[in-house]
């Protein structure tokens, strides 16, 4: 190990509604971050191509039936999966901006009727995020949107209840954006609150810690 001390990246999430915008904006932002100089990569969440993410997206797409705790656990071993190559990234400097992430594993599962703390139990020891941006639409805008792609959880009623359960989970790293303003609006938003976060995670007196404690 050499003595220059690397500048972690920072761990962005990008939460919200189905249609609410988060891969486009996500995609943007990972564009302007390398366009100020900023090592970034675009990960999401869930990741269909592992094998796990084959049986969920099997599950998405009404091609497979599953008990509504085992989808739940399948989703947060598919970041399971993942985490350590999220900290190895974040540790060597790149910024991960991420579609979906824990936030939506419970607000979906409990919107079922799960119970809450059930649901968070699998999601403890994974990477905690440094910002959680939310989009924030209501849930029958989200619906206008172009119609819904025809996944498993794109109803309007199960949205509706989807919206409820995200509201309790809102905790310090949380920043709601209005979604419902023009693309450009919420584009800027979010790149200087992400630049922020970047600055601050360059800083290197914050260090990565742990979902949910
Ligand atoms: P996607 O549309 O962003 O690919 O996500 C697929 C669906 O899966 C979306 O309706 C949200 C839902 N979901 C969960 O139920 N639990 C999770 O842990 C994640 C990441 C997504
Ligand atoms: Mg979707």
Redesign the pocket.
Same mark, same amino acid.
């Given at each position: 190990e050499g003595n220059k001390k690397v500048c972690r990246g920072a761990l962005v999430v990008l939460e919200g509604l189905?249609r609410s915008g988060?891969?486009s904006q996500c995609s943007r932002l990972a564009n302007y971050l390398e366009g100020q100089g900023i090592s970034a990569e675009l990960w999401?969440?869930?990741d !269909?191509n592992t094998d796990v993410g084959k049986m969920?997206s099997a599950y998405?797409t009404n091609t497979s039936q599953l008990d509504d705790h085992t989808?739940?656990l399948l989703?947060?071993a598919?970041?399971w999966e993942k985490r350590s190559l999220m900290e190895t990234k974040l540790k060597s400097g790149t910024t991960l901006i991420v579609?979906?992430?824990?936030y939506?594993?419970?607000?979906?599962?409990s919107a079922k009727g799960l119970d809450i703390e059930w649901c968070k139990a699998p999601e403890v020891g994974l990477l905690a995020p440094d910002l959680v941006a939310y989009l924030d639409i209501p849930p029958e805008k989200a619906a206008e949107r172009g119609g819904y792609?025809g996944? !498993?959880?794109?109803k309007l009623e199960f949205q509706k209840k989807v919206a409820e359960s995200y509201k309790a989970l809102h905790d310090v790293s949380w920043k709601s954006v209005d979604a419902c303003q023009p693309i450009e609006d919420v584009e800027k938003q979010l790149q200087e609150i992400v630049f922020d976060c970047v600055t601050e995670c360059q800083k290197g007196k914050k260090p990565l810690s742990l979902l949910w404690s």
């Open positions: 189905d988060k891969s999401r969440f869930p !269909r969920i998405l989808i739940h989703f947060s598919n970041r579609d979906r992430y824990s939506s594993g419970v607000a979906f599962s792609g996944e !498993r959880y794109e």
